[in-house]
C-alpha cells in the first residue's frame, strides 16, 4: 500500500519513513505542507498521515481542501495538538484517525491497517480470502490445509504489498500502471516486466489460477481459486 507522510520534524519524519516502509509500505514523505497537498490531489495514496503544525501551509487548511474536492483517502492525523476540541476541530475537517505525540509506531501501523481495511470495506480484522490468510505483522500468508494447520508462506516486501492490495480488492482488475502506482513509492526505479514478475512468483505460491488475466486490461485475484489449498 502506498502512504503520503506529511510532517515537518525532518528527524520524525526520517524516522517515520523507515519504520513504516519495514511494515510495509511504500512511502512518500514531504516536510511542506504545500507539497503534502499537491501530492495528495496529484497521486493515488492508499492512506495519508498529516501534520497540522507545518510551517508554511497548516493540516488544518490542507484537508477540507482535499474534501472539497471528493479527494476521499484516508487521512490519520498525527500531532502534538491533544486536547479534546482540538480532535473535534480534526475530525470536522475531514480526518478519519486522530493520534497524538508521543505515540507507539504499534499504535501508528494498527490504526493504518484499520483506516485502510474499512477503506476496502472489510469490517473484520484481518485479511482473508477463502483459505488464504494474510498476516500483516509477519508480512506472510498463512494457508489453512483440511486439518486446519497453518502453513506460513513468506513473502518479500513488494509480493506483500502486492498481495495485500489484490486481497483488498478481490474480482476487481488494476491494469499493471495501476498496480506499480499502489506498491512502489514515487521515487523507487521500476522496471517496465516488474508487476508481471511478482504476479508469477506469487501464482507459484498460490496456484496459476489464483491470480486471473484480462488480456488487455490487468490481474485480478480471484477468490474462488483460493477456497482449497493446492
Known amino acids: 500500500m502506498r502512504l503520503l507522510l506529511i510532517e515537518d520534524d525532518a528527524s520524525l519524519n526520517q524516522e517515520l519513513t523507515q519504520q513504516l516502509r519495514k511494515y510495509g509500505f511504500a512511502v512518500d514523505s514531504v516536510q511542506q505542507g504545500v507539497d503534502g497537498a499537491f501530492m495528495g490531489e496529484t497521486e493515488p495514496y492508499d492512506v495519508i498521515i498529516l501534520d497540522l503544525g507545518l510551517p508554511d501551509l497548516p493540516g488544518l487548511d490542507i484537508l477540507p481542501q482535499w474534501r472539497k474536492k471528493n479527494i476521499a483517502t484516508p487521512v490519520l492525523i498525527l500531532t502534538a495538538r491533544g486536547a479534546w476540541y482540538e480532535?473535534?476541530?480534526?475530525?470536522?475537517?475531514?480526518?478519519?484517525?486522530?493520534?497524538?505525540?508521543?505515540?507507539?509506531?504499534?499504535?501508528?501501523?494498527?490504526?493504518?491497517?484499520?483506516?485502510?481495511?474499512?477503506?476496502?470495506?472489510?469490517?473484520?480484522?484481518?485479511i482473508t480470502i477463502g483459505r488464504l490468510f494474510l498476516n500483516e505483522s509477519t508480512q506472510s500468508v498463512h494457508w489453512q490445509d483440511a486439518a486446519d494447520e497453518k502453513q506460513d508462506i513468506e513473502l518479500t516486501g513488494i509480493e506483500f504489498r502486492l498481495l495485500r492490495y489484490l486481497m483488498l480488492h478481490p474480482r476487481k482488475i488494476f491494469s499493471t500502471t495501476h498496480l506499480l502506482e499502489h506498491v512502489y513509492d514515487y521515487n523507487d526505479e521500476k522496471e517496465s516486466n516488474v508487476i508481471e514478475v511478482y504476479i508469477s512468483r506469487l501464482r507459484k505460491m498460490l496456484g496459476k489460477e489464483a491470480i486471473c488475466t484480462r488480456r488487455g486490461q490487468g490481474y485480478y485475484l480471484n477468490p474462488d481459486a483460493l477456497q482449497t489449498m493446492i
Open 87 to 126: 480532535k473535534v476541530d480534526g475530525f470536522k475537517a475531514g480526518a478519519d484517525d486522530y493520534l497524538t505525540k508521543p505515540f507507539h509506531i504499534e499504535e501508528l501501523i494498527v490504526r493504518l491497517q484499520a483506516l485502510i481495511r474499512r477503506a476496502a470495506g472489510i469490517s473484520h480484522t484481518n
